[in-house]
Structure formats: structure tokens, C-alpha cells
């Protein structure tokens, strides 16, 4: 039978995975706004005045901008290997 169970288990797994994806690349996203955000210049500003020096954060900025990107790519490797996946299954159970 086509779409058979072993197919629906897929696709509801599948989709459980895009949307942790989803929730993970939003968590990364709220956290690029708030390093960007003005509040975050003034606190840098508040602790350059209490201490005499400036926290860095470009290389955080930096690892955070690499995280979106990477993050935003993977979608794409999971439906790539979830059509391959689709594709090889020859319907019966098993694969072709």
C-alpha cells in the first residue's frame, strides 16, 4: 500500500524535525536582535564607564550571523533527503 505506515511515521517525523528547526533558528534570530538592539549599546556604554573597558562582542555577533546561516541551510538538506527517501521507497514496506 502506498503511503503506508512506515511512510506516514516519516513524514510526521519529518515534520517534528522542521519545526524544532524552526523554533531553534527563531531562539537564534531573538537573540542577533537583542545583541543588536540600542539597549545592548548602552549597557556596553554602562560597563565601559564602570570599568574603563569595553566588552567585545563582535566575535559573538560574528558566531551568531554563522549560526543563521547554517541553520537556515538545513531545511533544505532535509527535504533533499527526505525526497531521496520518498523516491526509494517502492511502496510495500521496503525499499526498491
Same mark, same amino acid.
Not at 517525523?13 to 536582535?33: A, C, T
Not at 543563521?68 to 527517501?85: C, F, K, L, M, N
Given at each position: 500500500?502506498?503511503?503506508?505506515? *512506515?511512510?506516514?511515521? /516519516? ?7 522542521? @519545526?524544532?528547526?524552526? %523554533?531553534?533558528? &527563531? ?5 542577533? *536582535?537583542?545583541?543588536? /538592539? ?7 556604554? @554602562?560597563?565601559?564607564? %564602570?570599568?574603563? &573597558? ?43
Amino acid at each position: 500500500m502506498a503511503g503506508g505506515p *512506515d511512510a506516514n511515521s /516519516a513524514a510526521r517525523e519529518y515534520s517534528q524535525l522542521l @519545526r524544532v528547526h524552526e %523554533q531553534l533558528l &527563531s531562539q537564534i534570530v531573538r537573540s542577533r *536582535d537583542e545583541l543588536l /538592539a540600542p539597549s545592548m549599546d548602552l549597557l556596553v556604554k @554602562r560597563i565601559k564607564g %564602570q570599568t574603563g &573597558s569595553e566588552p567585545d562582542l563582535t566575535e559573538l555577533k560574528t558566531a551568531i550571523e554563522e549560526a543563521i546561516r547554517s541553520t537556515q541551510a538545513v531545511p533544505v538538506e532535509y527535504r533533499v533527503r527526505h525526497d531521496e527517501g520518498r523516491r526509494n521507497f517502492d511502496g510495500s514496506g521496503g525499499h526498491k
